[in-house]
């Protein structure tokens, strides 16, 4: 698992701090969301502690702050969703394409 605990320097830990909140925090985030306002599914309950929510608009900052430095969209580095929806859509399982666009903190894709 992530851990959120740790820097962000590299495109390829932005990467991975994006499939961790899609695919192990089950968020529907955006780059420029304040993880404060998160509330969970069908509730107006906060999704994340103050203190979390801290830590995770912290990294965040700094997903945006490496794309800039490497002059990219934080936004289409950041998008896993668009691919594993295609991949399901295609005909894979749910399983086989989390696979596929899951990024570990390595920068290599695989299982957690």
């Known amino acids: 698992m992530?851990?959120?605990f740790q820097p962000i320097t590299t495109l390829a830990e932005v990467?991975?701090?994006?499939?961790?909140l899609y695919f192990d925090l089950?968020?529907?985030?955006?780059?420029?969301?304040?993880?404060?306002?998160?509330?969970?599914?069908?509730?107006?309950?906060?999704?994340?502690?103050?203190?979390?929510?801290?830590?995770?608009n912290l990294r965040m900052s700094e997903c945006r702050d490496v794309c800039d430095k490497n002059?990219?969209?934080?936004?289409?580095?950041?998008?896993?969703?668009t691919p594993y929806l295609n991949l399901v859509l295609s005909g894979h399982t749910h399983d086989e394409a989390r696979?596929?666009?899951?990024?570990?903190?390595?920068?290599?894709?695989?299982e957690k």
């Open 99 to 110: 696979k596929a666009v899951y990024f570990v903190s390595d920068g290599f894709r695989g």
């Open 26 to 56: 089950s968020t529907n985030f955006h780059p420029e969301d304040d993880f404060n306002e998160y509330t969970q599914i069908g509730s107006e309950d906060r999704a994340f502690t103050p203190i979390r929510a801290e830590r995770l």
């Open 15 to 20: 990467k991975a701090f994006a499939s961790y």
């Open 2 to 4: 992530y851990n959120e």
């Open 71 to 81: 002059g990219v969209d934080v936004c289409e580095v950041m998008d896993v969703a």
